[in-house]
C-alpha cells in the first residue's frame, strides 16, 4: 500500500514561501511524475513527503495515517538520491544491508533479499566491492538495490539519472519503468527532463514556483494542456505560439501549434516563411522556420527524407484539429 | 629548464639547512634538559661540563623512589583519557547537531564558544580556588581535573569535530534516516565510522593538550590528583639549584607524550591539515 495524500502543505524557508498551499493525491501503485524547470520547488516536495523537510503548515497523510509529525525513518519509504547517497565506508553488500539490518530482519533472510535484489540489477559481481570503486551507473543501482529490499510502501526518486550519460539514462529510465510494472509500487520521481516524464509516468505533476499547473497522464497534458506554461513544458521540440490577428481569427488571445502537426510543403500552403537551422535527426527533421509574420521562429517536423537548403522558401499548413486556444489570462479556452 | 632544476635545486637544499636550523634551535632546549638529567645537580651549573660529565641515573632512581613519580604519572593518564573521553562525548553529539541540523545561530554559537578561550585563565583563578575548596568540596579531585580540562578543551575539540563533520555530504545522513536509523544510529553506524580519521586525531590533540596542561593542574591540586606538571613544579626552585633532579623529572614527564606523539604523527599530520574524511 501506498497512497500518499497532501493538504494544503506548505513550506517556508524563512521568508520566502517556496510551496504555496498544496492539494495533491497521488494513488496506490501510480508511478508519478513530478516536472518543472530548476527551482520550482520539486525536490522540496519529495523532501516533505520523505520528511526530511518540516512542513510549514499542511497535512501529509500516508495510507490515512497522518505522519506529518512522523520521523522518516518511520514513514515506512525509500528514497534514491541524485548524488546515490551510499555509505562510502561500506561494501555493496552491507550498503544493501543496511536498512535490513536497521530493522532488524534475521541475516539468512537479508542474504536471500541481497542476492535477489544484486541479480535483477545485475550487481553480483560486485556485492564486495566499495561504492568508490563502482562507475555511477553501478552506484545508482545499488542505491536502487537498497531502496528494493526494505518493501517501501512508496518509492521517491529525485533526478536519479541525472549524473549519468545519456546511453545509460535511457537504459536505466526503462528498468525503473520494468521495475514499476513488477512491484506494482507507489512511485514518485522528481525531473526536469519532460522525456522522462513523458516515458515513464502514468500521472505528471507539472509544478512551476512550487504552484501545480496540471495534474493528468502524459497523454491529456499533451493534448490539453491547461494553460500556457504546461503547453510550452510538455513536447518537444516545444509547441509554437502564436499572436496577433492569426490567433485572433480562432477567437482567442494566443493559439498553439505543435511542430509535429504543422504540414511542410514546397508550393502551397497557410503559412509561408524563409528555412534557418534544420536538425537531422534521420528519423525526423525539425526546420526552423523564420519570416512568417507569425512569431520569431515556427518550429515544424517533418520526415527524415524532407530536405531543405537554409534560406529556401517553403510553405505551412496547421492541422486545424489540434490547434490549441488560449486566452489573454494563459489559459485554455 | 636546466636553470629551472638547477635554482629549485638550491632553493631545495637552502630550505632544508632552513629546516634543520629552526627545528636543531627548537629542539636545543630538550636536548639540553635531556643532558642535564644524566648530571649531579652540582655538575648541572657548571657550564664547562655542557659536554663532558660523568653521566649518572641518580635523579631518574631519586625521583622514583623519593617523589613517587609514579603516582602523578597515574594521575596524569586518568585525568587526561578521561577529560578526553567526557569532551568527545559531549564534542561529538554537539558537533553533530550544528553540522547537521544548523539553526540561525549555530555561527554565532560556534564563535562564542571559541571566544571563552580569549578569557585570561587568570581572571577566575580566585573564585575557582575559592568555590572548589570552600563550596564544593572538590578541590584535588580527579573529578574536579576531569571537569576542568574538559571544558577548557570542549570548544577547540567542537570546532574541530564540526569541520570534520561538514565535509561529510548531507545526503549520507539523509540517507540512512530513510534507512530507519535513528538518531543514536545515525551517530555510530554512519558520522563516526566516516569521520573516523577526524575523530581520531581531535582525541589525540585533547589527550596532549590535558596532559600538558599546567595553569590549573598545579593550582587546583596538591597531592591527592596531582599530576606531572605539578610534579615539576614542585621541583623547580629559585635558585636553580637542583637543576639535574628538575630536568629528569621534566624528561620523564615530556617523555610518554612524546612517544605518543612519535606513533601517532602521520595521524596527526594528517587531522591537523583537515580534508582527510574523503
Ligand atoms: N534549505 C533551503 N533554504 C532556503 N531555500 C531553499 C532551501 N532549499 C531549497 N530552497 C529554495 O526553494 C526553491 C525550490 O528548491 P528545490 O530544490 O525544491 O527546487 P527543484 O525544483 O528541485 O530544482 P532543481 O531542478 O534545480 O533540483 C528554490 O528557490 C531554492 O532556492
Ligand atoms: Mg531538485
Known amino acids: 500500500m501506498g497512497r500518499i495524500v497532501l493538504e494544503q502543505v506548505t513550506k517556508s524557508f524563512g521568508e520566502t514561501q517556496v510551496i504555496p498551499p498544496l492539494d495533491l493525491t497521488i494513488e496506490d501503485g501510480e508511478f508519478a511524475v513530478f516536472v518543472g524547470p530548476s527551482g520550482c520547488g520539486k525536490s522540496t516536495l519529495l523532501r516533505l513527503i520523505a520528511g526530511l523537510e518540516d512542513t510549514t503548515s499542511g497535512k501529509v497523510i500516508i495510507d490515512g495515517e497522518d505522519v506529518t509529525q512522523v520521523s522518516p525513518s518511520k514513514r515506512g519509504l525509500a528514497m534514491v538520491f541524485q548524488t546515490y547517497a551510499l555509505y562510502p565506508h561500506m561494501t555493496v553488500r552491507k550498503n544493501i544491508a543496511f536498512p535490513m539490518r536497521m530493522a532488524g530482519i534475521p541475516e539468512d533472510e537479508q542474504n536471500k533479499k541481497i542476492a535477489a535484489a544484486a541479480e535483477s540489477l545485475n550487481l553480483t559481481d560486485y556485492l564486495d566491492r566499495k561504492p568508490g570503486q563502482l562507475s555511477g551507473g553501478q552506484r545508482q543501482r545499488v542505491a536502487i538495490g537498497r531502496a528494493i529490499v526494505r518493501d517501501p510502501s512508496a518509492f521517491l526518486f529525485d533526478e536519479p539519472l541525472s549524473n549519468l550519460d545519456a546511453a545509460l539514462r535511457v537504459g536505466m529510465r526503462l528498468e525503473i519503468s520494468e521495475m514499476h510494472e513488477r512491484m506494482k509500487t507507489t512511485m514518485i520521481y522528481v525531473t526536469h527532463d519532460q522525456v522522462e516524464a513523458m516515458t515513464m509516468a502514468n500521472k505528471i505533476v507539472v509544478l512551476q514556483a512550487g504552484n501545480i499547473e496540471q495534474v493528468g497522464s502524459p497523454l491529456d497534458l499533451y493534448r490539453e494542456p491547461r494553460n500556457l506554461f504546461v503547453a510550452g513544458f510538455i513536447g518537444s521540440p516545444k509547441m509554437n505560439f502564436i499572436e496577433g490577428d492569426e490567433a485572433a481569427k480562432h477567437g482567442a488571445h494566443t493559439i498553439g501549434i505543435r511542430p509535429e502537426h504543422i504540414e511542410v510543403s514546397s508550393d502551397a500552403g497557410t503559412w509561408s516563411g524563409v528555412v534557418g537551422v534544420s536538425e537531422h535527426l534521420g528519423s525526423d527533421t525539425f526546420f526552423h522556420v523564420h519570416d512568417t509574420g507569425l512569431a520569431e521562429t515556427i518550429t515544424v517536423r517533418a520526415g527524415g527524407e524532407v530536405s531543405f537548403k537554409h534560406g529556401d522558401r517553403i510553405h505551412l499548413t496547421p492541422r486545424q484539429d489540434v490547434i490549441h486556444k488560449f486566452g489573454p489570462d494563459g489559459l485554455r479556452l | ?278
Open chain 2, 1 to 278: 629548464m636546466a636553470i629551472v632544476a638547477q635554482t629549485s635545486r638550491a632553493g631545495r637544499i637552502s630550505r632544508a639547512t632552513f629546516a634543520w636550523i629552526v627545528a636543531l634551535i627548537f629542539f636545543f632546549p630538550i636536548f639540553w634538559m635531556v643532558l642535564t638529567s644524566f648530571k649531579t645537580d652540582a655538575d648541572a651549573v657548571k657550564p664547562e661540563f655542557l659536554f663532558f660529565f660523568t653521566p649518572t641515573l641518580e635523579n631518574y632512581l631519586n625521583m622514583t623512589e623519593n617523589y613517587d613519580y609514579w603516582r602523578f604519572a597515574t594521575n596524569s593518564v586518568i585525568t587526561s583519557v578521561f577529560a578526553t573521553l567526557f569532551t568527545l562525548a559531549v564534542g561529538i553529539p554537539c558537533a553533530y547537531a550544528m553540522a547537521f541540523n544548523p539553526s540561525r545561530a549555530t555561527k554565532d554559537v560556534l564563535m562564542w564558544m571559541l571566544s571563552t578561550k580569549m578569557l585570561p585563565a587568570a581572571a577566575v583563578l580566585y573564585p575557582m580556588t575559592f568555590l572548589t575548596k570552600n563550596f564544593l568540596g572538590i578541590y584535588d579531585t580527579h573529578f574536579l581535573l576531569i571537569i576542568v580540562l574538559s571544558l577548557i578543551n570542549l570548544p577547540i575539540v567542537v570546532w574541530m569535530l564540526f569541520t570534520y563533520f561538514k565535509e561529510i555530504p548531507k545526503e549520507i545522513i539523509e540517507a540512512g534516516k530513510m534507512d530507519g536509523v535513528n538518531t543514536w544510529g545515525e551517530v555510530k553506524e554512519i558520522l563516526i565510522p566516516l569521520a573516523w580519521g577526524g575523530i581520531a586525531s581531535t582525541a589525540l590533540l585533547c589527550f596532549i593538550f590535558c596532559w600538558n596542561e599546567a595553569y590549573w593542574t598545579v593550582r587546583l591540586t596538591t597531592t591527592e590528583a596531582a599530576t606531572l606538571s605539578k610534579l615539576i613544579e614542585g621541583n623547580r626552585a629559585p635558585e636553580g639549584l637542583f637543576f639535574g633532579r628538575l630536568s629528569a623529572v621534566s624528561a620523564a614527564a615530556v617523555g610518554p607524550i612524546v612517544v605518543l606523539g612519535w606513533f601517532c604523527q602521520k595521524q596527526l599530520v594528517q587531522g591537523l591539515t583537515f580534508g582527510a574524511v574523503k
